[in-house]
């Protein structure tokens, strides 16, 4: 009889896993639409305006309404929101949780619409704060602030945006949320090649204004595409205003920290910015940088959103439903798995950008104003960006579970921590090691495995356990299956280089034969060691392809 239960008991965990996989298949399909259709937008820029001083007050520019969104949007309010509402929806029904949905979107109606405000008012101080060594450049300055201002309301858009995600998400509803940035990617470059390059002189607009405006409508068109999906499910928003609401009182006091804690983080990429700002290239002085690393970074967002994103809009409605009914056995069991699939998938990720990143970026963006030189610098950037790839992804699981179990606080104290390691390890890497924009994508890394490496250990400590023995198997398993992954690729592309040269045509083959021989040894070496998950996740993340190839 023992026997049996734990057979069935294995058997309901295996299932509920599938299950757990196969929701962040859907997300991962809508993800990869939204980071390539990302990557065309960031092609399409590079074509336009390529790594010098106009791209860089765009990038400044667009940079400070994202870092107030990270810090009020999508990331503390996605934290505190979803668990409440999860909550609500589980144990007090459909309509309050409506209800508590309602008063969310009111308050950020006012609140965030007053931050826009005075972000549009004090856009000088803040460009000054972010990018102090712009005014070594005439007119980059007062450019980066014009940005700001016509951007800046995409932040109340992008807020509504991510509320709208988390009713869906909580709703297991996960492909439309996650579809909702490929159209913000559509909606800005298409509004801003109409808007600056088609009727750019008759509005008496530049290029780069009207790729500004375009950013802001594209932000209107990622909220208008996930209203449909909230009114097929019954959602509809009616002004309500109760600040002593206990589930707004909740999402407050879990925001409150979230907030301190996403501002670390802010900090930390505003700390980069500034030394990305005065650092002077041997080649082209103090214009690149900032784009080298924007660009890089554009290609992290790649895996991270396949995987990282993925697999934390899939596990987060799922652990906090099993935190508020008490279920910790299966909290435990759900976010093991989830953190397995996450090193499964980010390990070999981060070892095709480290290797295949001059080829990556010379084949997608080396046209126009982007030059070879451009390509060499940002593929250096991507390399050391892809050293802290799993720690990234790993914290996008991470960071959730602690707000799933009510606690901000934990989360907030790591990410001021990584304050005093994010400025330490930038200045050395720039001021010590002389390793100039690169040094900031190492730091950035560091700061990632640092976070990961104490919540996990913290976590572990606080739930009982997280299958620590097991991770770690699989994490040793998936190691060396990357490494024998990585020397076949190296070899590949060692051999495309020599025999066919670094055309772009030489790049596009390199990709081609690399990246397949790369997968097939990835594959082929897990399961030599017996990494069983390897194949969930073929079938989860291929499922949602199989199925629209049959329809």
């Given at each position: 009889?023992?026997?049996?239960?734990?057979?069935?008991?294995?058997?309901?965990?295996?299932?509920?896993?599938?299950?757990?996989?196969?929701?962040?298949?859907?997300?991962?399909?809508?993800?990869?639409?939204?980071?390539?259709?990302?990557?065309?937008?960031?092609?399409?820029?590079?074509?336009?305006?390529?790594?010098?001083?106009?791209?860089?007050?765009f990038t400044q520019g667009f940079r400070i309404p994202n870092l107030t969104r990270d810090l009020f949007a999508e990331g503390a309010l996605s934290s505190a929101f979803v668990p409440t509402f999860t909550e609500y929806l589980a144990t007090k029904g459909k309509e309050e949780a409506a209800r508590l949905a309602n008063l969310v979107a009111?308050?950020?109606?006012?609140?965030?619409?007053?931050?826009?405000?005075?972000?549009?008012?004090?856009?000088?101080?803040?460009?000054h704060l972010i990018a102090s060594g712009d005014t070594a450049v005439p007119g980059k300055f007062e450019l980066a602030v014009t940005m700001t201002r016509i951007m800046f309301p995409f932040l109340l858009l992008v807020a509504l945006a991510a509320q709208a995600m988390g009713v869906l998400n909580a709703s297991n509803r996960f492909g439309v949320p996650a579809m909702a940035s490929t159209f913000f990617n559509i909606g800005s470059v298409g509004f801003g090649i109409v808007l600056g390059v088609?009727?750019?002189?008759?509005?008496?607009?530049?290029?780069?204004?009207?790729?500004?405006?375009?950013?802001?409508?594209?932000?209107?068109?990622?909220?208008?595409?996930?209203?449909?999906?909230?009114h097929r499910l019954g959602?509809?928003?009616?002004?309500?205003?109760?600040?002593?609401?206990?589930?707004?009182?909740?999402?407050?006091?879990?925001?409150?920290?979230?907030?301190?804690?996403?501002?670390?983080?802010?900090?930390?990429?505003?700390?980069?910015?500034?030394?990305?700002?005065?650092?002077?290239?041997?080649?082209?002085g103090l214009n690149g940088p900032v784009s080298w690393l924007t660009y890089a970074f554009r290609f992290m967002q790649l895996p991270l959103g396949l995987f990282g994103v993925a697999m934390a809009s899939a596990t987060l409605p799922s652990i906090s439903r099993s935190a508020a009914t008490g279920q910790m056995d299966e909290f435990r069991k759900t976010l093991s798995h989830s953190l397995g699939m996450?090193?499964?998938?980010?390990?070999?990720?981060?070892v095709g950008l480290a290797v295949l990143g001059k080829s990556i970026?010379?084949?997608?963006?080396?046209?126009?104003?982007?030059?070879?030189?451009?390509?060499?610098?940002?593929?250096?950037a991507l390399s050391y960006y892809a050293i802290g790839l799993t720690g990234y992804a790993a914290l996008k699981v991470l960071t959730p579970a602690f707000y799933a179990l009510g606690d901000a606080r934990t989360p907030m104290l790591v990410s001021l921590g990584s304050i005093v390691v994010n400025y330490a390890a930038a200045s050395t890497m720039i001021r010590v090691a002389g390793l100039g924009h690169a040094g900031l994508a190492l730091s950035t890394s560091a700061v990632a495995l640092f976070g990961f490496v104490i919540l996990f250990l913290i976590l572990r400590r606080r739930i009982g356990g997280i299958h620590g023995r097991l991770l770690g198997a699989q994490f040793a398993k998936i190691s060396l299956a990357a490494l024998a992954m990585a020397a076949s690729v190296a070899l590949s592309s060692y051999l495309t280089e020599r025999y066919l040269g670094a055309s772009q045509w030489a790049r596009m083959t390199d990709?081609?034969?690399?990246?397949?021989?790369?997968?097939?040894?990835?594959?082929?070496?897990?399961?030599?060691?017996?990494?069983?998950?390897?194949?969930?996740?073929?079938?989860?993340?291929?499922?949602?392809?199989?199925?629209?190839l049959k329809r």
């Open positions: 009889m023992p026997t049996s239960l734990n057979n069935t008991d294995s058997e309901l965990a295996s299932g509920q896993t599938e299950r757990l996989v196969r929701s962040a298949g859907v997300v991962s399909l809508a993800v990869f639409m939204s980071r390539i259709t990302g990557l065309l937008r960031e092609s399409v820029m590079a074509g336009l305006f390529g790594a010098h001083m106009v791209y860089d007050a009111t308050a950020l109606i006012l609140i965030v619409g007053a931050v826009c405000v005075l972000g549009v008012i004090f856009a000088p101080q803040l460009v088609w009727l750019g002189p008759a509005l008496h607009l530049s290029r780069i204004e009207g790729m500004a405006i375009g950013v802001v409508l594209g932000g209107a068109l990622q909220l208008c595409w996930q209203l449909p999906s909230l959602y509809r928003f009616r002004p309500e205003f109760d600040w002593s609401h206990p589930g707004m009182v909740k999402i407050f006091r879990l925001m409150v920290p979230a907030i301190l804690g996403n501002a670390a983080v802010q900090i930390n990429v505003m700390v980069n910015t500034n030394f990305a700002s005065t650092i002077s290239d041997p080649v082209s996450v090193f499964l998938l980010t390990l070999p990720s981060s970026i010379g084949a997608i963006y080396q046209h126009g104003s982007f030059s070879a030189y451009d390509t060499q610098r940002t593929a250096l990709l081609a034969l690399s990246i397949p021989l790369g997968l097939t040894v990835y594959y082929g070496v897990c399961r030599a060691l017996g990494v069983t998950d390897i194949d969930m996740a073929v079938r989860a993340f291929s499922a949602p392809i199989r199925r629209r």
